[in-house]
T-cell receptor, first 112, second 115 residues
Framework: RKEVEQDPGPFNVPEGATVAFNCTYSNSASQSFFWYRQDCRKEPKLLMS???SGNEDGRFTAQLNRASQYISLLIRDSKLSDSATYLCVVPPRGSTLGRLYFGRGTQLTVWP | DGGITQSPKYLFRKEGQNVTLSCEQNLNHDAMYWYRQDPGQGLRLIYYSQIVNDFQKGDIAEGYSVSREKKESFPLTVTSAQKNPTAFYLC??????????????FGDGTRLSIL
């Protein structure tokens, strides 16, 4: 099983819509999860860190389901500027200090 | 402002040539990482370093080399042994902390192409 798996999309939604992405992970011992955003031809940028059951920041909510080993990212009231690729990031299995595994990303396009 | 600086932004390599990509950070982070990203693909780890004078191979280290002589600097050399070097190269750094692993912060990348 891969360390992290994401639905690649693409997700195409109108402005104002609510959209959710899921990501499954294999490291049941993980205590840290992250969502990054990557714009076309740019570097990934940290969107949210998730250390417990979930985290909310404005229109963005990340939720963690440890029993089923998945995390989700919910975006409410989508804006055109939310169009990007969203990367799910988790630590790998084992004690590989510092390493993180980046999912391939879910592509989102918000249209007017 | 604190951050990670990668240079150059664009780099062209001739066949048989070694090229070095620079990565400098002033965030006082112990750990630094090099990733490669191919079009439409995820990030793949090339090398990483948790502390000065120490580094480990990632998942695709063949054809690459690194050094970590200073905390602030982690240069990556793409050697002539790397037959398919065209990609977007990203350097990252993070604080070392367990078990609550810290996020990595990225430079703005170097695009390497073959001439």
């Amino acid at each position: 099983r891969k360390e992290v798996e994401q639905d690649p999309g693409p997700f195409n939604v109108p402005e104002g819509a609510t959209v959710a992405f899921n990501c499954t992970y294999s490291n049941s011992a993980s205590q840290s999860f992250f969502w990054y955003r990557q714009d076309c031809r740019k570097e990934p940028k940290l969107l949210m860190s998730v250390y417990s059951s979930g985290n909310e920041d404005g229109r963005f909510t990340a939720q963690l389901n440890r029993a089923s080993q998945y995390i989700s990212l919910l975006i409410r009231d989508s804006k055109l500027s939310d169009s990007a690729t969203y990367l799910c990031v988790v630590p790998p299995r084992g004690s590989t200090l510092g390493r993180l595994y980046f999912g391939r990303g879910t592509q989102l396009t918000v249209w007017p | 402002d604190g951050g990670i600086t990668q240079s150059p932004k664009y780099l062209f390599r001739k066949e048989g040539q070694n090229v070095t990509l620079s990565c400098e950070q002033n965030l006082n982070h112990d750990a630094m990482y090099w990733y490669r990203q191919d079009p439409g693909q995820g990030l793949r780890l090339i090398y990483y370093s948790q502390i000065v004078n120490d580094f480990q191979k990632g998942d695709i280290a063949e054809g690459y080399s690194v050094s970590r002589e200073k905390k602030e600097s982690f240069p990556l050399t793409v050697t002539s042994a790397q037959k398919n070097p065209t990609a977007f190269y990203l350097c990252a750094s993070s604080i070392n902390q367990e078990p609550r692993r810290q996020p990595q912060h990225f430079g703005d990348g170097t695009r390497l192409s073959i001439l």
